[in-house]
């Protein structure tokens, strides 16, 4: 295959890994002193007083049959169902089977929980790096994969904030282009991303720049009450509906009449519910508990979780066609982890939410205590941050939480607060990979086969855990 417009490509000592393509922003020249700063053209963006090339990918193509798709944007999404970037006809591929992304600068293949598995070169994957050429099976649908020598801008903002969500970083820039268009349309949308990374308010932010942004904006938490109760909550309910309905309630949807409905964790919505939703959403028109006829509604509906809704449909626990009904738009908002060169910037925006000021805490806006920040994983997203620079705030000096957490010390009770059972566990896995990945390497002297093959797990995968945790082997 020809390669233009870039160098060859080079394997790493693993089957399943390319260096694909760079993501890194390069600088152009920075306009000289006193003069004002003219953007070039729609391929840079502005940072600071100089500009940056926009970031691009390289494209790949992927070929099942006589179907080819040429991807431009950074990732795919292969299956059975209909919506899928590649459609796969054949029996023995899952709805949604595997999807692509490109990450460190390479492909990605992850399987999304398949009946039958995702297969690179002949062995079977959960994540793999893809090379030029590399062969993909789903159940026995065979997939070509090739990458293209053309380089494809991806379109950011010229914002750096939307909302309360704060990054100048690429990936958010990315995100904000995305959610300034779902703001002046009126589709339905869901929000992913892992807990605390602010999927709330980046569906507020949404509704507050749309044009129901004079109308109610209501939350409902699908995970946090029995499925009797969500439904009224949903729905309201006539008096004697059941027991214990001693009035008569309007539920959310009609509550919000004009406005806007978060379904947050969405993902716990009980399948019995879900059929309701889907007619909400299909027919804008909902009908009380105890109550005989149907009330016409007008609200948008936005849905959040920290699951992905794809391996739930595979898994059968999630409705496939309400999931394509809320899909029309999906964002995945990133990880701390993934953007930590925001963390300066959201530190700043999160001590002054809180009141802090360079007067009252010096030390807080210290660019040594900013840069500090980064050494930490930050497991529960922005929601953890917020409560780390508020207990610095309240004693008035840097806590330990971050070299602590970088370092792989092990959780006490006193750092799971302000946090979900969920964070509070991923924390504790993390902290357990982290020591148990080190102690791995120092007993094989940093050789990754070897250390792959006692913790047993594919090379690919140990690479990405050791990248992740800033470890480094031979």
Not at 273 to 278: D, I, K, M, T, V
Not at 382 to 411: I, K, Q, Y
Request: aromatic share 6%; proline share 5%.
């Amino acid at each position: 295959m020809t390669r233009k417009g870039r160098g060859p490509l080079e394997d790493e000592d693993d089957d399943h890994s390319t260096r694909a393509t760079s993501l890194e922003l390069k600088p152009l020249p920075v306009p000289a002193p006193h003069s004002a700063p003219k953007k070039p053209d729609d391929k840079t963006l502005q940072v600071g007083s100089g500009y940056r090339l926009a970031p691009s990918v390289l494209g790949f193509a992927l070929t099942w049959r006589d179907d080819r798709v040429l991807v431009t944007d950074g990732r795919a999404q292969l299956g059975s169902g209909e919506g899928n970037t590649l459609v796969i006809g054949d029996a023995t591929a899952s709805r949604f089977h595997c999807e692509l992304r490109i990450e460190d600068n390479r492909v990605l293949v992850r399987d999304l929980g398949s009946t039958n598995g995702t297969f690179v070169d002949g062995v079977r994957i959960r994540e793999a790096y893809l090379k030029d050429g590399s062969r993909l099976k789903l159940g026995t649908a065979e997939v070509s994969f090739e990458l293209e020598g053309t380089r494809h801008f991806l379109p950011v903002s010229d914002a750096s904030t939307f909302g309360e969500l704060v990054g100048p970083s690429s990936v958010m820039r990315q995100l904000f282009s995305v959610l300034e268009k779902a703001a002046r349309s009126d589709t339905t949308l869901i929000l992913d991303g892992e807990t605390g990374t602010g999927k709330t308010r980046a569906a507020s932010a949404i509704h507050e720049k749309s044009a129901r942004a004079h109308k109610p904006f209501l939350v409902v938490d699908c995970g946090a009450l029995p499925p009797t109760l969500l439904e009224a909550e949903l729905f309201g309910h006539e008096k004697g509906a059941f027991t214990g309905a001693v009035n008569r309630r309007v539920g959310v949807f009609e509550e919000a009449e004009g406005g806007t409905v978060l379904l947050d964790e969405i993902g716990e919505m009980p399948l019995e519910l879900q059929p309701r939703l889907l007619r909400v959403l299909e027919e804008k028109q909902i009908k009380r508990l105890g109550q005989n006829k149907f009330t016409p509604i007008d609200v948008r509906i936005l849905a959040a979780t920290h699951r992905d809704l794809r391996a739930e449909v595979n898994a059968g626990k999630f409705r496939a066609d309400l999931y394509f009904r809320l899909a029309v738009v999906r964002v995945t908002v990133p990880s701390l982890r993934d953007r930590l060169a925001d963390l300066p910037a959201i530190a700043r925006t999160v001590l002054a939410q809180l009141g802090a000021t360079q007067r009252t805490h010096p030390r807080l806006f210290e660019e040594t205590f900013l840069a500090s920040l980064s050494r930490a994983d930050w497991p529960g997203n922005v929601r953890e941050l917020r409560n780390h620079l508020e207990r610095c705030m309240l004693f008035d000096e840097e806590m330990p939480l971050g070299e602590r957490a970088a370092s792989g010390a092990a959780s006490t009770p006193e750092s799971w607060s302000g946090l979900s059972l969920t964070s509070a566990r991923q924390r504790m896995i993390e902290q357990f990979e982290r020591a148990y990945l080190a102690q791995l390497l120092e007993r094989h002297e940093g050789k990754v086969s070897l250390a792959a093959k006692e913790a047993e797990v594919d090379r690919v995968y140990l690479y990405r855990l050791l990248r992740k945790y800033g470890l480094k082997a031979k």
